[in-house]
Each structure stands twice: as structure tokens, then as C-alpha cells.
Nanobody
Framework: QVQLVESGGGLVQAGDSLRLSCAASGRTFSRNAMGWFRRAPGKEREFVAAIDWKLRNPRYADSVEGRFTISRDNAKNTVYLQMNSLKSEDTAVYYC?????????????????WGQGTQVTVSS
């Protein structure tokens, strides 16, 4: 059974940093694209960042470009999201997702596996 388990969320102040982790089990994702999405209260789930299996050209949403960094450790079957200079508008449930494909994608529908999410709350 494939599982993606996020951790690292919490309550922080504006300007602080957090590092989210997503540990995969049940199969290896070392050759698959992985991504992070988020759902803010009252909004649709939106793309945050994605990375392909060779760690080339990660892609970011405009709203987080320059502040967030996605990375992965294929040996640990884990993907990370380093979030710096957090803003109140970053408050959301953050989801890890994995594709069967090796190519990164920014759309929800393109991802085959999802975690349960971790809450990030940024107070201003």
C-alpha cells in the first residue's frame, strides 16, 4: 500500500521558516515526479512546487517563487519543501503528491498519490 506522510507543519509568525517533509512508503518514487500543493480556507487546492526525478528545473507557483525550495532525497524516498519568509497568505493545508510519470506537472489531476496533508498557519 502506497503512503505519503507529510510532517513539519505548525504555527509560526510572519517572516519565519518551516521545512515540510514527505516520506513515501509502499513503493519507491525515486524515478517519479513529486510535488507540493496547498489548500487555503475557502479556496481550491493549488499548485506550490514540483520536481522531477533527476532534480532538474523545479517549478514553483509565482506566489512562492524565491521563498520556497523543493528538494528530494531519492535514497530516503522523501521530498522536502523549505519555506522561508512565510506570509499570512501561506496559511493552508499542505499536501505532498507523487506521479507515476517521471515528468513534473503543475495540475492536481496529473498526480496519482496524495498524502493527508499538514497544517501550516502563519500569524501576522
Amino acid at each position: 500500500q502506497v503512503q505519503l506522510v507529510e510532517s513539519g507543519g505548525g504555527l509560526v509568525q510572519a517572516g519565519d521558516s518551516l521545512r515540510l517533509s514527505c516520506a513515501a512508503s509502499g513503493r519507491t518514487f525515486s524515478r517519479n515526479a513529486m510535488g507540493w500543493f496547498r489548500r487555503a480556507p475557502g479556496k481550491e487546492r493549488e499548485f506550490v512546487a514540483a520536481i522531477d526525478w533527476k532534480l532538474r528545473n523545479p517549478r514553483y507557483a509565482d506566489s512562492v517563487e524565491g521563498r520556497f525550495t523543493i528538494s528530494r532525497d531519492n535514497a530516503k524516498n522523501t521530498v522536502y519543501l523549505q519555506m522561508n519568509s512565510l506570509k499570512s497568505e501561506d496559511t493552508a493545508v499542505y499536501y505532498c503528491a507523487a506521479r507515476v510519470s517521471v515528468l513534473l506537472h503543475t495540475a492536481n489531476y496529473a498526480y496519482d498519490y496524495w498524502g493527508q496533508g499538514t497544517q501550516v498557519t502563519v500569524s501576522s
